[in-house]
């Protein structure tokens, strides 16, 4: 799991040019007064016992562009999750 402090930007090729594997994982935690924006990918394989599968989003802002979710799972929000903070 990534958790997102600052500023983060990621910007793929393409959905299918650019595949980020969670691996059975969450992937990205976003916590507040962070800034976290993703384009051109795909997030796929992540999982949580709890919520967001891939995405857990617990304050700060998020933006999404052209970013598949694909094979992800939780207890709760397969994919995303947000308890605080805008998507």
Do not use: C, W, Y
Not at 4 to 21: A, F, K, M, Q
Not at 72 to 85: E, K, L, P, Q
């Amino acid at each position: 799991e990534l958790e997102v402090r600052g500023d983060v930007t990621l910007i793929g090729t393409s959905p299918s040019g650019t595949i980020v594997h969670g691996n059975g994982q969450r992937i990205f935690k976003v916590l507040p007064n962070a800034r976290l924006k993703l384009d051109s990918l795909t997030l796929t394989g992540a999982n949580s016992s709890t919520q967001g599968g891939a995405m857990l989003i617990t304050g700060g802002s998020t933006e999404i562009n052209r970013t598949i979710f694909s094979s992800n799972s939780a207890s709760s929000g397969g994919a995303i999750a947000i308890t605080a903070g805008t998507l």
